[in-house]
């Protein structure tokens, strides 16, 4: 059961993306890709009991133009699930 992020559209600011395997309470984050940092907002945590099915993300205006990913960390930080970069512009 190997957990997947899969980023499927950034539309007027919101991100949308599908998950597989990723257990209630996981947190999905956006890191941008050219510092490797992890921004502080916006944090989603999965509420659904089912281990599969859709986010949508709204941007903050704080979040820059880039390259950023979603990434779920595990419980020890490290990841569990990297989706593919997308821009922001």
């Known amino acids: 059961m190997n957990p997947v992020i899969n980023f499927v559209e950034l539309e007027n600011r ?7 395997n990723l257990m209630i309470g996981a947190k999905v984050v956006l890191v941008d ?4 940092e992890q921004l502080p907002d916006p944090v989603t945590t999965i509420a659904s ?5 859709s986010l949508r993300i ?3 205006d704080s979040v820059k133009p880039g390259a950023y990913f979603l990434k779920a960390p595990n419980g020890h930080g490290d990841y569990a699930a990297q989706s593919v970069e997308f ?3």
């Open 49 to 53: 009991p089912a281990p599969n099915g």
């Open 87 to 89: 821009y922001v512009n």
């Open 14 to 20: 919101v991100i949308s993306a599908t998950y597989r």
């Open 58 to 60: 709204r941007l903050p």
């Open 33 to 36: 890709k050219t510092s490797g």
